[in-house]
């Protein structure tokens, strides 16, 4: 990276990400992000030009709110990058068919996208460990090496190379042979009573139940084992619903609803946002945001910000996104609930969840 103003906001961004205490900072978010805002707008001329449409511009933007939120579809239209196309390093592409047009999000580096990853995953889903303790990490999707361009991917190699114990590794259940090992594994770690984290898309943890259903498996996972989901719960061939798939994990696996955390992220954000049951195990379940971003829940009908007991469509302002455009308007419905959000579904004709269409495809094998 050789922009000068660029490099600025990024080192202020990365000390705030690296703060041990976790705090929200109305005032140097707004500053961050009014600032990054003026970058943005001056360094991608589609966003300049989708923002001027708009008449919002950085002399006219007096907060945070008022920054123009690209639909994650552009992702699929446009080149939404800051620097030159040479100093790419690392493209993530949304899921899709081989028919489909996928969206890619364009990186001139990692430093920012790990550095917001990694304290919201220990804080998350791990709160329950010391420090220096790591955990087996269990990943239902497929390797760096066989998906170099999945964001997911990339979430789990790094927390497996930063949090993981020794034989954390990715596996699949598409059938006999590819589920052989997995069950072999999650058979080691029920019998080791240590601490283990089994993750991936919805429908990749469908298939694994699925094929211990099959076999007539059930198992008894520790106490200390935890769940993450990572959304998605339409597949190709039917849909599941959050309730069924945590009721399904807990007879099969004996992890029950509380010890299960939804991950909510997307390759067109730099940040992930979890499920507060492990953190705060007597509170209400709820997404907590990183400081570093701010969510908002906008009525889709007048694009102004929902009355707080009304669901709208969830708008995000991550600072993790330097490279590209910071606030995004998704596909999918929110409420508040307290000082966090839930996600209750997709916008009426959005298309069904990248991801775990992606894991479906995978693990499921060509389609009939």
């Known amino acids: 990276m050789t922009d000068p103003a660029r490099a600025a906001i990024d080192q202020e961004i990365l000390a705030w990400m690296r703060e041990s205490e976790w705090r929200r900072d109305d005032d140097r978010f707004q500053r961050l992000a009014l600032k990054l805002f003026a970058f943005q707008f001056e360094r991608c001329a589609p966003y300049r030009r989708f923002c001027e449409g708009r008449g919002r511009t950085p002399d006219a933007v007096v907060s945070w709110r008022e920054i123009p939120a690209v639909p994650t579809g552009a992702f699929k239209e446009l ?3 800051c620097f030159p196309a ?5 493209r993530f592409r949304t899921s899709g068919t081989s028919m489909s047009v996928r969206g890619v999000l364009l990186l001139d580096t990692l430093e920012l996208y790990e550095t917001s990853l990694l304290p919201a995953f220990r804080r998350f889903l791990l709160p329950d460990l010391a420090a220096d303790e790591r955990v087996r990490i269990v990943a239902l999707a497929p390797s760096p090496a066989k998906a170099p361009d999945s964001s997911l991917t990339h979430m789990f190699a790094a927390a497996i190379r930063e949090f993981g114990e020794s034989g954390s590794d990715f596996y699949a259940a598409n059938g006999e042979r590819e589920a052989d090992p997995l069950l072999r594994e999650l058979e080691d770690a029920a019998a080791r009573e240590t601490p283990l984290l089994l993750c991936g898309a919805a429908f990749a943890l469908v298939h694994l139940l699925d094929e211990m259903q099959r076999r007539g498996v059930t198992l008894r996972l520790p106490d200390s084992a935890r769940v993450m989901e990572t959304g998605g719960f339409k597949g190709r061939s039917r849909e599941v619903s959050r309730s069924d798939l945590y009721a399904r994990v807990h007879r099969s696996l004996g992890v029950p609803p509380a010890r299960t955390v939804n991950q909510y992220g997307m390759t067109e954000l730099g940040s ?3 499920d507060s049951v492990l ?9 907590l945001p990183p400081p570093w971003t701010r969510v908002a829940i906008v009525d889709p009908d007048t694009g102004e910000p929902a009355a707080p007991d009304q669901s709208g469509v969830i708008t995000i302002v991550d600072l993790a996104n330097t490279g590209s455009v910071l606030a995004l308007q998704t596909e999918d419905l929110g409420r508040r609930v307290g000082d966090g959000f839930e996600v209750i579904g997709r916008e009426p004709g959005a298309e069904a969840r990248g991801c775990s269409i992606a894991a479906d495809a995978l693990l499921s094998g060509p389609a009939a």
């Open 79 to 81: 080149d939404l990058r």
């Open 86 to 90: 040479e100093e790419t390093v690392h």
């Open 272 to 274: 992930q946002f979890y």
């Open 279 to 287: 953190r705060f195990p007597d509170e209400v379940r709820r997404k």
